[in-house]
């Protein structure tokens, strides 16, 4: 695979999509990792959504019973934040009413929380994340906007930032929680938040900075699919698509204008090709342990086009390898010997052909995508893909790597062998790479078991029925083989040895 020859560097205030709305971040491109990132100052906020000022209430703490009320909180620090309706999954009467929840800490992840606040901060002890699947979100009773009062008794009301993290990694296997849903914050930690929802897995620290309302969200590049147009349809080119290599996480980042996009797509195209040359050398390594060791000589992410049953196109993400003798596809990114292992669908090189590498129309964005697509013989008959890549480069190197991987099949497999039916006669059909096509007795008993023989110059034409007949014409009349399978497999190795040759003689003239 071709690789870049330096990583890109690039850095600017965009927007991401999360919980269906366009949301600023503060977006940075480094040599791995596309990391966004929240600046969630409170006076910051409050002035960029309209705010006249970060203005502090005590009242919406809920009253000196609490022993809260000496600390302040903010007020509307979202625009319109103030009076509006509760989430749909908080309970009715949740605000300012103390609760109780026990929460069974797990041994790897602990409770599965972050929180803010502190004395230090003026602020009460804040529940300002919670991780999907772990031992909180299990109990389907905590919420991000929840004020920590105590932690297995032990008062936290006055706690700082430090001490509520002790107190709560000390608490046992069993902890058992005392809260108060705050409203009046919730739009803080529902915009922080989200960031952990646009998924790689749980990256931010569990215990957030106790000084900062800066949060970060770190997205690996190695393996992500970048493309347009396939979650989210936007004519003007001003979206680009990442996603995670299991295909269950994704950004998408909104710029300015289609300049500044394809300016951004580059860059990100340019560290990911860099980092996809890296990993095939470790995927290599992998593979060379494997009990059928493969080369992969090339991989990444595709679109392929799906028709549904009214005939309209749509593009699905698909992981494609490439080894010295197959074409792999998977639904997620590989990492393990047992995922390579497994792929939903492969294809023998040496049975596959590029039939169009080019632009195609595409109705839905009404604007040309690059496309290229491919045919497989298979016992089933032909099976059709068509690819989609996102850039000019791509386009050609998949079809170069198609083309020259089953070229490099012939070279390598050099013979093909079937049992075929002819003139009522069991036999072999033997078609090699050098030699042509032998027809043999199916009798290992057999003197002279050789039938005929005709060089590759001698062929002038093949034929079958796509169910089990094929005919073979050198110029003598017609050879008629009963293959009792489909024929394509056959057709197909036939011509790519006839390609590969042409090719060869090509190079050599």
């Not at 103030?82 to 103390?98: E, Y």
């Not at 046992?172 to 849903?181: F, H, N, Q």
């Not at 998924?199 to 690996?220: A, H, R, V």
């Not at 089953?406 to 093909?416: I, R, W």
Request: net charge negative; proline share 4%.
């Amino acid at each position: 695979m071709a690789a870049a020859a330096a990583s890109i560097s690039r850095s600017g205030l965009y927007e991401v999509y999360f919980r269906q709305q366009w949301c600023w971040v503060y977006v940075s491109l480094t040599e791995e990792s596309l990391v966004l990132t929240l600046d969630e100052n409170p006076d910051v906020s409050a002035s960029a959504n309209g705010v006249s000022n970060g203005v502090i209430d005590e009242k919406c703490i809920g009253g000196p019973q609490d022993g809260l009320s000496s600390q302040p909180m903010l007020r509307n620090v979202v625009a319109g934040a103030s009076g509006s309706s509760l989430p749909p999954h908080l309970p009715d009467g949740i605000t300012g009413q103390k609760r109780v929840v026990k929460v069974i800490k797990e041994e790897a992840n602990g409770l599965g929380i972050s929180i803010k606040g502190g004395k230090e901060n003026k602020m009460p002890i804040l529940i300002s994340k919670i991780f999907k699947s772990m031992a909180a979100d299990k109990t389907e009773k905590l919420y991000v906007g929840d004020a920590i009062l105590s932690v297995n008794g032990e008062d936290l009301r006055d706690a700082t930032h430090d001490e509520a993290v002790k107190a709560l990694k000390k608490a046992g296997k069993e902890v058992t929680l005392e809260v108060k849903y705050l409203r009046e914050v919730t739009p803080y930690f529902k915009k922080n938040s989200a960031l952990s929802e646009i998924g790689w897995g749980p990256q931010e620290f569990k215990d957030d900075s106790k000084n900062s309302w800066t949060e970060s969200k770190p997205i690996p590049l190695k393996l992500c699919y970048l493309c347009r147009n396939i979650n989210m349809v936007e004519p003007e080119k001003r979206t680009i698509e990442l996603h995670s290599p299991d295909a269950k996480s994704s950004c998408i980042l909104r710029f300015p204008d289609a300049a500044i996009t394809l300016d951004w797509f580059n860059a990100i195209y340019s560290n990911i090709v860099l980092l996809t040359a890296m990993t095939v050398i470790e995927a290599n390594q992998i593979m060379s342990t494997a009990p059928n060791q493969r080369q992969i000589e090339h991989m990444g992410w595709l679109s392929e086009q799906l028709v549904n049953e009214q005939g309209n196109p749509s593009w699905k993400a698909v992981f494609v390898a490439l080894t010295d003798q197959d074409m792999l596809l998977y639904d997620t990114a590989p990492w393990s010997k047992e995922e390579w292992a497994t792929p939903f669908q492969s294809h023998s090189l040496l049975a596959t052909r590029l039939v169009h590498s080019g632009r195609q129309y595409n109705p839905v964005t009404e604007s040309d995508v690059l496309t290229f697509g491919t045919r497989s013989g298979t016992r089933q008959g032909i099976d059709t893909h068509i690819f989609r890549v996102e850039t000019q480069r791509d386009l050609a190197n998949w079809s170069r790597a198609l083309v020259q991987g089953a070229h490099g099949a012939a070279v390598l497999v050099k013979e093909v062998t079937c049992l075929a039916m002819w003139n009522r006669q069991e036999t072999k059909l033997q078609v090699h790479y050098e030699n042509g096509f032998t027809l043999v007795k199916d009798d290992e008993l057999a003197k002279n078991s050789i039938l005929w023989h005709y060089p590759f110059e001698k062929l002038r034409m093949t034929a079958d029925d796509g169910h089990r007949l094929l005919w073979l014409d050198f110029g003598e009349g017609e050879q008629e083989l009963d293959l009792r399978t489909c024929p394509k497999p056959i057709v197909f190795v036939i011509h790519t040895f006839l390609s590969a040759k042409v090719s060869r003689l090509g190079l050599l003239a």
